[in-house]
């Protein structure tokens, strides 16, 4: 019976001590609970059982496995993350690793469990991240990149996030930790911080403008640059391409720009004084700093270009004379380049200056000059020079 009904049961038994004697009452009353007749005769049934006498334990059960399933699912993720990953107690032990530290250290993940930190990873790498191990146990988020020696598994770049474990009071239990691999990104890093050093140095070492740009605005140049333009090296360092060139030539830049052409070609440089020059301009696309620029090469060519108006001057001269003495017949039966060469020898060219004068190859010029000795009879270039003086051949 339970303790409503024993205390209803109690209370009638007591009326009749209270009232006093009274009559039987033979009706059949109803139950309230449950209505059906009740006689006086009868006894009342006990409280009906629960309709779930398992039903807290079912639920721990539910709970229990859902606990469970959930666990797996996180240490499956866990294993699956392509980095160490770890939960580390305030005591700086480890009560959970992913199988990466199975990969990384060569032990199973058994063996690390419980174990302080400063066993699994060594006395060397324990130094470098002891302090941030701390800044984490005081609650505060850490991320850093190290080269980190390990005890086992060598030296390796990484980075770090250590995230505390707070409860709901916030008192700090521990820190998770994510460590990745970047050992193969600093390589790269290391690698491409290499090759532009060696750019650095050849660019700093050559003698033509070096301009590193990108669809024309000027990333990094060389001191050469600056200076055959009249700036200062932090002057040009943004800059656009067309700056540097005079009116006449920037249309003709700017399609080789579009079109990526590594043709060389000839242009008018324009000089931060308005003075203007003749260079020649060579483009070529490049790697630089994880993507593709472009780099020209700038080559002032105003003494070459002087140099050759010069010796085409020489040859407009050195033609008309010999057209004029060929006018009033050959002595020798010598042609005109044979005469040509002749005027050159005598004012002291040597073979490969006669060839450069003429734009011929030295080997050419030598065998005009066999022609000359034998068609004129003389043993050398001195005796055929005083011959061809003697014979008023030079004009």
Same mark, same amino acid.
């Given at each position: 019976m339970c303790d409503q009904d024993q205390s209803e049961a109690r209370g009638r038994a007591s009326e009749p001590?209270?009232?006093?004697p009274r009559s039987a009452d033979t009706?059949?009353?109803? !139950? #309230?609970? +449950?209505?059906? @007749?009740?006689?006086?005769?009868?006894?009342?049934?006990?409280? &009906?059982?629960?309709?779930? &006498? $398992?039903?807290? #334990? !079912? =639920?721990?059960t539910r709970a229990e496995e859902a606990l469970r399933r959930r666990e797996h699912e996180m240490s499956v993720l866990?294993?699956?993350?392509?980095a160490l990953f770890s939960h580390v107690d305030a005591d700086g032990r480890y009560r959970f690793v992913n199988k990466r530290y199975e990969e990384w250290f060569g032990i199973p993940r058994t063996e690390v469990i419980g174990k302080h930190y400063r066993q699994v990873l060594?006395?060397?790498?324990?130094?470098?991240?002891?302090?941030?191990?701390?800044?984490? /146990?005081?609650?505060?988020?850490?991320?850093? =990149?190290?080269? /980190?020696p390990y005890r086992s598994g060598g030296t390796r770049w990484v980075s770090a996030d250590y995230v505390? !474990?707070?409860?709901?009071?916030?008192?700090?239990?521990?820190?998770?930790?994510?460590?990745? !691999?970047?050992?193969?990104?600093?390589?790269?890093?290391?690698?491409?911080?290499?090759?532009?050093?060696?750019?650095?140095?050849?660019?700093?070492a050559s003698f033509e403008a070096i301009a590193v740009h990108d669809k024309g605005k000027i990333l990094d140049a060389n001191q050469t640059c600056a200076t055959m333009f009249g700036h200062e090296l932090s002057e040009v360092v943004g800059m656009h391409v067309l700056d540097f060139a005079a &009116?006449?030539?920037?249309?003709?830049? /700017?399609?080789?720009?579009? $079109?990526?052409?590594?043709? @060389? +070609?000839?242009?008018?440089?324009?000089?931060k004084d308005g003075s203007t020059f003749t260079c020649e301009v060579r483009g070529k696309a490049i790697p630089y700093q994880g993507r593709r620029v472009s780099v020209a090469a700038i080559r002032d060519i105003t003494e070459r270009k002087r140099a050759?108006?010069? /010796?085409?001057?020489?040859? =407009? =001269?050195?033609d008309s004379r010999v057209e004029r003495r060929m006018r009033r017949g050959s002595a020798f039966g010598l042609t005109f380049r044979e005469l040509t060469v002749l005027h050159l020898v005598v004012a002291g060219k040597s073979d490969k200056e006669i060839g450069a004068v003429l734009g011929i190859s030295t080997l050419t010029a030598s065998k005009h000059l066999a022609n000359i000795l034998h068609k004129m009879g003389a043993a050398g270039r001195t005796e055929a020079g005083v011959r061809a003086v003697r014979e008023g051949l030079l004009d």
């Open positions: 001590a209270r009232r006093g009706r059949p009353r109803s !139950d #309230h609970r +449950f209505g059906r @007749p009740v006689g006086p005769e009868q006894v009342e049934p006990a409280c &009906p059982p629960s309709p779930h &006498p $398992s039903s807290g #334990h !079912d =639920e721990r866990a294993d699956n993350v392509p060594g006395e060397a790498a324990y130094e470098r991240i002891s302090g941030h191990v701390q800044q984490a /146990l005081l609650g505060e988020h850490v991320r850093f =990149e190290d080269a /980190l505390p !474990d707070t409860d709901g009071e916030g008192e700090v239990k521990g820190f998770f930790a994510l460590v990745t !691999d970047i050992t193969g990104q600093k390589r790269t890093e290391e690698a491409l911080r290499e090759s532009e050093e060696r750019f650095r140095r050849l660019t700093e &009116p006449e030539s920037r249309d003709l830049i /700017l399609r080789s720009m579009l $079109s990526r052409s590594e043709e @060389p +070609f000839e242009a008018v440089g324009l000089r050759e108006e010069a /010796l085409q001057k020489t040859r =407009e =001269e050195l």
